[in-house]
């Protein structure tokens, strides 16, 4: 249904005009009262003549009756009726400015009630599974997943969560698995009042926790849309595997893999290849499989073999699912680790079209238009990096160093503003994410806040002294700060390490001041010749 203006509806049809209906609750209201008014009326066919009652009565309440039907019609248009009262539509459904958008929707991780409380996995595993299913809806607003995560079910106020996130729903839930069995409960909520808007509890064998999955995402789309198109239908309904011991493993893959670190990606990559072993065809644990190759090859270990492995199984992943996003988004992150930039590029751009609110394709499409030197396509594509994912403070930091690095200074301090405040709620609850502080250094640095950016820098290498990420990050601000001797003694151990790309290197404006002394000269041209990695 289009929307003319806030608060009213555009009817062009009749099917149009029988959602309406439905949507105001008029067809449960004009049910009832036909239930009602035949039951009236044969209480009182059966009663009036033995009592002595007048003909005239009956003919009278047939009247009213009848005439009363109309006016039912038109109350329940108008007023939402139910057990709990009656009150204007307007002020129950319809979003008006500023207040909540009916398309908008957040995930929170559904709760563990599971007795050993061991299952936070599978519980977050399923939301985002859902979270997932709902973003390949273009008319709904999804919150990214490192937004409402933030948040845990039955951990504040709906309506403040909403307020937070600016979203009109939440969908909230737990679940209880034990053994064979799963017991899912799932509720979306309207975050301006706290209205259930639906609600529904499923106890099953676990191996129907897919058609569960299905269920739930395609009642919340009804009860945003209202009505669903077959392909939106066949796009919710798409399950990659039907092995739950496969998807268990794959689920856990995504646990650790979202706390990107070393050692956790490492295990996560074991979680994925288990998932492929119980079931070959699975294409996400593939893809999954394949970005923590790249990662390793990105951050930690450049090795060709890991490479290699990203390449060949984010192949498999497009081969076994050639219309899924996060496949080519793989496929994309494996050319770039390759250094393959035009094969990157054609991959990210496949994913995007699939899905333009995969926050990894805007992401790393922006870092190989980095390398290849593109800044200003790079700084565009940070940008609606920021805008599919709010809460992500990367996209917005590396976006500040371009636009310092070249030259536009008021515009990067008034970003820089709107980043730090990403970045402190990030630390807030993340106090332990070394590369929010090595990167959040940066726009502190922009902002004129040297003391604390020098603080921030070492806190990340407390964190993480080793880290040839956090050791380039750190070489970079010091650069940037004009301590050249320190900014020289960091970056020799990244070189070593051999964790970063000439290419990147070479675009990075974070290091102007490097540039012609004659050790950084030097330590470039052992990069240059070296096997560096990306």
């Not at 009848?66 to 109350?75: D, L, T, Y």
């Not at 394949?290 to 490479?307: K, Q």
């Not at 054609?346 to 333009?356: I, K, Q, V």
Request: proline letters at 4%; hydrophobic letters at 40%; a negative charge.
């Amino acid at each position: 249904l289009g929307m003319s203006n806030p608060g009213r509806r555009k009817i062009s049809s009749w099917r149009d005009f029988s959602a309406e209906l439905k949507r105001r609750g008029v067809y449960p209201v004009v049910a009832a009262y036909a239930v009602i008014a035949f039951a009236v009326l044969q209480v009182a066919e059966i009663t009036f003549e033995p009592l002595g009652i007048p003909n005239w009565v009956m003919i009278a309440l047939i009247v009213v009756v009848s005439g009363g039907f109309p006016i039912a019609v038109v109350v329940s248009w108008v007023y939402d009726i139910s057990l709990t009262g009656i009150r204007k539509d307007s002020d129950r459904r319809d979003p008006s400015p500023g207040d909540d958008k009916m398309t908008s929707i957040a995930v929170l991780p559904f709760a563990d009630m599971s007795s050993e409380q061991d299952q936070g996995f599978f519980c977050e595993g399923i939301a985002e599974e859902i979270l997932n299913a709902l973003s390949k809806i273009k008319q709904l607003d999804v919150t990214a997943r490192s937004s409402s995560f933030m948040y845990n079910t039955g951990s504040g106020d709906i309506r403040e969560i909403g307020r937070e996130l600016g979203v009109g729903t939440v969908l909230e839930g737990s679940v209880r698995k034990s053994g064979n069995r799963v017991r899912i409960t799932a509720q979306l909520v309207k975050t301006r009042d706290g209205y259930h808007l639906w609600s529904k509890s499923f106890d099953e064998e676990l191996r129907d926790v897919f058609a569960i999955q299905d269920d739930i995402a395609t009642n919340i789309a009804e009860a945003l849309l209202e009505t669903l198109t077959p392909s939106q239908h066949e796009s919710i309904r798409s399950t990659p595997t039907t092995n739950v011991e496969a998807y268990e493993y794959y689920l856990r893959g995504r646990h650790f893999f979202n706390r990107f670190r070393r050692k956790d990606i490492e295990f996560a990559r074991e979680m994925f290849q288990e998932a492929i072993r119980t079931d070959e065809n699975y294409a996400p644990a593939w893809a999954g499989y394949a970005d923590c190759h790249s990662f390793l090859v990105m951050y930690a270990d450049p090795r060709p073999g890991y490479r290699e492995t990203a390449q060949e199984a984010s192949a498999r992943a497009v081969e076994l699912a050639p219309d899924l996003a996060e496949a080519h988004a793989a496929r994309g992150l494996s050319y770039l680790v390759s250094e393959d930039f035009t094969a990157a590029e054609r991959e990210f751009e496949t994913a995007l079209a699939l899905n333009p609110r995969l926050f990894e394709a805007h992401y790393y499409f922006a870092r190989t238009r980095f390398h290849q030197g593109r800044l200003d396509e790079a700084m565009e594509l940070f940008r609606s990096a920021a805008e599919v994912d709010p809460s992500d403070f990367q996209s917005r930091c590396l976006r500040i160093q371009i636009l310092r690095g070249t030259g536009r200074a008021d515009q990067a301090r008034t970003e820089a503003r709107g980043a730090l405040e990403v970045l402190e709620r990030h630390l807030k609850m993340n106090p332990d994410d070394a590369r929010a502080y090595h990167l959040g250094a940066g726009t502190l640095i922009v902002l004129g806040d040297v003391e604390r950016a020098k603080q921030w820098l070492h806190k990340a290498i407390e964190i993480d002294p080793d880290d040839p990420i956090v050791l380039y990050n750190v070489a970079c601000n010091l650069a940037t700060l004009g301590e050249i001797d320190d900014s020289i003694k960091y970056l020799s151990r990244v070189i070593e390490a051999g964790t970063i790309s000439a290419a990147w290197i070479t675009n990075d404006e974070d290091l102007a001041n490097l540039r012609g002394d004659p050790r950084f000269e030097r330590l470039l041209r052992v990069l240059e010749q070296g096997g560096q990695g990306s």
